[in-house]
């Protein structure tokens, strides 16, 4: 209910108990039509559970829904069949006592369907082990066996279950199911021969012509279909869209073989099935006498087969009745409609009794065969109160039925409630409710009731009828508050009574009964001689079912209306010994379709379910009582004194608690373990200060609860990051301590090798001489030379000396090829002249080392340069270079502006056109300069009379000019560098002196004393 509350204003309320309006009808339907559109079907009151069918399947089945019920406290979580099941199942674990959950409704309103759904529950949610699962599957799977035989398509239900059913589940000392065993009342067996139009006859006919096997169809003389059969066609819709015959069979043939039938047994079985089939096509026509005869034998030769019977003792059977004269038997021929009834007769009789051998033969292999204690839970699903358009014999003993459920539930609710006042030490405030005693005895009692009057009617010698039994009633009865006929009614309610009728003031209403039929279906006789034939059947069933004894047992047999009360009375007496669970179902519409709610309907069934009275009774003091303790627990939170912890007594936290609260005394009342709240709108006071506080304290909680998680979480962090710390310090450590030795290891090694790097190589010093190579080799290539000129080398260890010198060789071998390689030719040649220009003139003369620099050309004026003539003369010869250059004469050593031209062959002093002088060069005696800058040279030729004399020449490319000539003359070493003064000849055997001096500036002059005076200027340098 705690769930209720906080449920209440969405969808109603979710326990009629927390209505304010508990006894107008109006606002429970409301209430009830408020849940049902949003898919709640389940309300509760108190503990009793009202449960509206969807039509439709809702998502409220499953594992989950399952797991999330069991063990949860019945009033925490919404209303649901679960909680139901759950808490009788957990009391009976707590208590160890015995349960019963009482499931009823009118047909369609989903009475079966709930017993399954509790039933699934129990076998998912108990524990179990491997052995007990066969006993769970056969719980499970004795319900499709059950429907097929006594469930059939009616106009109400698809699937209504045609009998009652009171099934106990067995739980052993942990809680687990180990057995069952199920009662089974008053199985419509009417319908065997007869339906209503729009209804079928029991599944399994249908079933078996739908989807039995070929060879067993014609072994039970079967055709595969149904329209061939007349007690299948009476309510001509043996088709039916929702109903899958062909796979509903494979089900039960799967479920026989689990609840262990052998072959055999479904062979007799299937051979009764059949033969009621057969017997239902017999046809009797007049014989001429009027007695009757059986117009075709084919179905009595298949009946006679598959029962075991003989065929003619069979055939006599149908046709006549035994009649015991004195101590005589007579054979009494039938006429045809007698025929009939007997034939009728025996089909209903061997489906009815196969129909309890059936449940018999279940509860064998339900059975729990170790006699330790077990405790159980009873599932009753039963017909509800039934009011049809015409209430026949059926209809009054189920609606005497539910006037005893009633009574049961109404005495045990009142009982609890009481017992709880006391126990509580409350004063009983007496409840008004209706006691329908006075019905149940108006039925039931011995020698005055209806069935009693009934019994004798029936048993009675002479000509009883129904009507004869109407107005025994009216004698016997009929001052009775509660019973009307058409003769006992007043003017106005006389027209709504037949003169057939009676009229019964029921618990929940007025129903009408007509008397037609009773007398017939309460002595539901078969003749003595068909007995005879079934009880001497081959049919291992049948003789079962029909025992020889019976025969020999000269009494009457009990009426039905007796049978049926004596079960009643028996089924009474075992819920009373046990605790109980009340589910009432109810049909929304008639349509069969979900979101439908007819009001008219349901107010129809509210009232017949006793649900406004029930109601009453629970609500009639109190409407919420609680344990101190929950309470307290509940509601400690609104009250200073007893939050967050109450340490007193849990009464006295209570009396706190309500006092600040400021309940008035007539709104509650304490009990010895219980508070006992009047009025819902107390309780949803409450409540809602509650739903306040708890936003106020959820909060707070959260936040409290949020910085401890932030704290753990950063302690953890925390820790974490320490420990993490301390990891990778170790691993650091080691790593370093690891290349500490290592290194250790390497400086000892090199200090050993650097001690013995002097002795030839050994294990001491390999890898440190390797290590010196091998350094100094790769420092060597980062700093070899770059170029020829660089003569920078690094300096090697002693031990690499040799090879140093070895590497630099070859290093500056390399540049220099590498070098030489890149000159170009006219370079190269250039070079050559250099060199020779070297080997005459470095450190000689003044001025060579500024002309190192300076390229040689090739020559200083073009051949074309030269005057035609001058060429001419020259003959040919190749000219290499010319050059202008001042010649003194040697006379005066005047200057003249002379060209030299110097040939391959020769040196030629050109003058214009004229070739002055011609010197060759095999003849040339020598090449003579001074040591000065003066440019002055002196090309000595032969003494002899063609020679004119020593050629004085100025040149201003003197080491150029000189160069060439003593290079092409090839006489490098002809060329003297002289100091002071050098001798030379003037011509016909007279030398001249040519002085070199000097001075500030510079010329060439003849002195006094004769001698040519070169002066030059001092070069810097
Ligand atoms: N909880 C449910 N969820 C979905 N459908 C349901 C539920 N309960 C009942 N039904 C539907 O209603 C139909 C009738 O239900 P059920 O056979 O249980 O009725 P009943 O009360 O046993 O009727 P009868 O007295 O005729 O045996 C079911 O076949 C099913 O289609
Ligand atoms: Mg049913």
């Known amino acids: 209910m705690e769930g209720a509350l906080i449920a209440r204003d969405r969808v109603g309320v979710q326990d009629f108990v927390l209505l304010d309006s508990h006894t107008s009808e109006t606002a429970f339907l409301n209430n009830l039509r408020k849940r049902y559109q949003e898919n709640l079907i389940y309300t509760y009151i108190g503990t009793l559970l009202v449960s509206v069918n969807p039509y439709q399947e809702l998502d409220i089945y499953t594992m989950t829904q399952m797991q999330l019920y069991r063990g949860v406290n019945f009033f925490e979580l919404p209303p649901h069949l679960y909680a139901i099941a759950d808490n009788a199942y957990r009391l009976m674990c707590s208590e160890y006592n015995n349960h019963f959950i009482l499931i009823s409704g009118e047909s369609g309103a989903g009475k079966t369907e709930a017993s399954k759904k509790i039933l699934q529950y129990y076998a998912v949610t108990c524990p179990t082990t491997e052995q007990l699962q066969v006993v769970r599957d056969r719980l499970l799977l004795s319900n499709p066996v059950l429907e097929a035989f006594g469930n059939a398509k009616t106009l109400r239900n698809d699937n209504s279950s045609r009998f009652g059913k009171y099934m106990d589940i067995q739980f052993d000392f942990k809680g687990a199911p180990v057995g069952g065993h199920i009662l089974s009342y008053l199985i419509e067996k009417s319908r065997v021969v ?52 062909k796979n509903d069979w494979k089900i039960v043939r799967k479920a026989f073989s689990i609840i262990d039938f052998t072959e055999r047994d479904l062979q007799h079985l299937f051979g009764i099935v059949a033969s009621v089939l057969h017997l239902g096509n017999i046809q009797f026509e007049e014989d001429s006498n009027g007695h009757s005869i059986i117009r075709d034998g084919t179905q009595i030769k298949w009946i006679s087969k598959l029962l075991g019977a003989h065929l003619s003792i069979l055939q006599e059977a149908l046709t006549h009745r035994k009649i015991e004269a004195r101590s005589e038997e007579v054979l009494s021929p039938l006429n045809v409609d007698m025929a009939f009834y007997a034939r009728d007769a025996v089909a209903k009789a061997i489906y009815g009794r196969t129909f309890t051998w059936l449940v018999n033969k279940i509860n064998n292999s339900l059975a729990n065969k170790d006699s330790t204690r077990k405790t159980v839970i009873g599932l009753l699903d039963i017909y509800g109160f039934e009011v049809l358009d015409t209430n026949s014999f059926e209809q009054f003993c189920i609606n005497y039925c539910n006037e005893k459920l009633q009574q049961l539930l109404i005495e045990m609710t009142l009982k609890a409630e009481q017992e709880e006042y006391k126990l509580e030490g409350i004063e009983w405030e007496q409840i008004p409710y209706f006691n329908n005693k006075i019905i149940c005895d108006l039925v039931e009692e011995k020698h005055k009731g209806i069935i009693s009057i009934l019994d004798e009617e029936c048993l009675r010698p002479g000509e009883a009828t129904d009507l004869s039994f109407l107005e025994k009633l009216e004698e016997k009865v009929g001052d009775h508050a509660h019973f009307v006929t058409r003769k006992l009614a007043d003017q106005k309610t006389r027209k709504s009574i037949d003169w057939v009728d009676f009229r019964l003031l029921h618990y929940a209403g007025e129903v009408t009964y007509s008397a037609v039929g009773f007398l017939e279906k309460n002595n539901d006789l078969l003749y003595r001689n068909l007995k005879e034939v079934l009880c001497n059947s081959k049919n291992g069933i ?182 993490l710390e301390a990891c990778w310090r170790g691993v650091l450590a080691r790593k370093a301590a690891k290349k500490r030795s290592w290194a250790v290891q390497i400086i000892r090694k090199f200090i050993k090798g650097f001690i013995n790097r002097k002795k030839p190589l050994c294990p001491e010093d390999v890898e440190f001489v390797r290590l010196v190579q091998y350094n100094y080799l790769m420092k060597l290539r980062d700093h070899l030379p770059k170029n020829v000129l660089d003569k920078s080398w690094l300096q090697p260890p002693s031990i690499l000396e040799e090879v140093s010198e070895m590497l630099q060789n070859m290093c500056i071998r390399n540049l220099v090829r590498k070098y030489c390689q890149g000159v170009p030719p006219e370079r190269k040649v250039q070079l050559e002249q250099k060199v020779v220009t070297s080997a005459v003139f470095r450190g000689k003369k003044e001025g060579y080392q500024q002309s190192i620099n300076q390229p040689f050309m090739d020559t200083r004026l073009k051949e074309s340069d030269l005057n035609p003539r001058v060429l001419q003369l020259i003959q040919g010869e190749k000219i290499k270079y010319v050059t202008p250059v001042i010649k003194y004469d040697r006379n005066g050593f005047k200057a003249r502006e002379r060209l030299l031209v110097l040939t391959q062959a020769s040196a030629c002093v050109v003058e214009m056109a004229k070739i002055k002088q011609k010197i060759d060069y095999s003849t040339l005696k020598g090449i003579s300069t001074s040591n000065l800058s003066d440019g002055i040279v002196v090309i000595h030729v032969p003494e002899d009379n063609k020679q004119k004399g020593d050629a004085i020449l100025h040149c201003e490319h003197i080491f150029e000019t000189v160069t060439k000539l003593c290079m092409l003359a090839n006489k490098q070493n002809l060329v003297k560098v002289v100091q002071g003064s050098l001798r030379f000849r003037v011509g016909s055997g007279k030398e001249g002196t040519m002085v070199f001096t000097v001075g500030q500036e510079p010329q060439v002059f003849k002195a006094k004393n004769g001698q040519l005076t070169v002066v030059s200027t001092q070069m810097s340098s």
């Open 542 to 723: 049948i003789r079962e079912c029909f025992l020889l004894s019976e025969l020999d047992n000269r009494r009457r047999p009990e009426t039905v209306a007796t049978q049926f009360k004596n079960s009643l009375t028996s089924l009474i007496e075992i819920l009373m010994s046990k605790e109980p669970s009340y589910v009432r179902c109810i049909k929304p519409n008639e349509l069969k379709e979900p979101g439908k709610f007819d009001d008219f309907l349901i107010r129809h069934q509210v009232k017949y379910l006793g649900l406004m009275e029930h109601l009453r009774v629970r609500r009639a003091g109190f409407a919420y009582r609680r344990k101190y303790e929950i309470f307290l627990q509940r509601y400690k939170s609104l009250c200073p004194a007893t939050w967050p912890n109450w340490n007193g007594p849990a009464a006295e936290g209570v009396e706190k608690l309500i006092k600040h609260l400021g309940y008035k005394p007539e709104e509650y009342k304490l009990g010895r373990t219980k508070i006992f709240i009047r009025f819902p709108k107390t309780l949803f006071a409450t409540e809602d200060a509650f739903e306040l506080r708890k936003y106020i304290l959820v909060s707070r909680l959260q936040a409290k609860y949020k910085g401890r998680l932030g704290k753990r979480e950063f302690k953890k962090k925390r820790d974490a990051a320490i420990k």
């Open 194 to 245: 007869h339906q209503n139009h729009g209804e079928r006859n029991f599944h399994i006919f249908y079933q078996l012509l739908e989807g039995g096997e070929k060879e067993l169809l014609g072994w039970l003389g079967l055709e595969r279909n149904p329209q061939k059969y007349a007690y299948l066609i009476q309510g001509k819709c043996a088709k039916v869209f929702s109903i899958n015959d």
